[in-house]
């Protein structure tokens, strides 16, 4: 299996230009049609501005972010998260005890909070409304239901990172490709990307690396409530089910079923990090 999947990924046509830095923390760009007609629920007034504001600003204290990083500069917070990435494990821990306490900092209110309509209403651009949301679920997921395969591959994965960018970069310009040519298939060529994107760490580092690059990519989307169909199965690579077969699922179904942390663990996985944290400074 390993064999065929490398020969697919050294098969794969390459691009005539890539770009010169590729950041995995940011989402692919969706057609501009489709964002549109897949805002999400109108709960905007359950959102308190200065709460939001609140939050986010002790999210960039924690991390001794200075700029404007938030959803009126989703760029800056992305190129900051990066860089810690690129810290290593211990980097990785900093971004997941700020993201633990700001979901706890804005409690019942978060999901509401995770909504477009919710920067639209401040004159937010819906690109941009869309990335930042991205960036803060993709958090969600590395810091809670894929915390586990977080800290135990991210050796590998940041190796796969840096050495597979060409690879990435193909895989999600076809992503951009195929869906601003019909915006009507971005739930079947959101599958193909996160299978894309998955390859070389199935290949590199195992099947936890595997189904965790597939779910970050996905829920990088933010297409939960569009494509609930699209799930990543830890064994094997996905393949979406016909609608018709599906209920709808809410978040917390969908992180259910993708090794979700429930709430009342968050206190406990802080606790965790910081303890990390403190014996990786003492020595």
Known sequence: MKHLLLLLVAAAPLCLALPESISFVEPADLPEEFMQAHLGSNDAQVCIDKQLLQCQNSFNWYLNITS?????????LIHLIQGFYEQGISGILKLCTARTYF????????MACMQPTKFLSKGQSLRDAWRYIGVMRELEFQCNGGFLQTTQNWDCILQIQKSQKDMYAQCQDAFHNATQKDPTIVCQA?????????????????ADAGWWECERVRISLNLD????????????FLAPQPSSLNKYLSHGEKLAQTQHVSQNKLDFLADRVRRIEKRMTNN
Do not use: K
Request: contains cysteine; charged residues 10%; negative net charge.
């Open 103 to 110: 979901q706890q900092c804005l409690g019942s209110s978060y």
């Open 68 to 76: 404007d990083a938030d959803w009126t500069n989703p760029t800056v």
């Open 190 to 206: 959101s599958v193909d990307f996160s299978n894309c994107a998955r390859a070389p760490y199935f290949v590199g580092c195992g």
């Open 225 to 236: 409530q569009s494509c609930p169909e699209n799930l990543c199965a830890f064994n094997h």
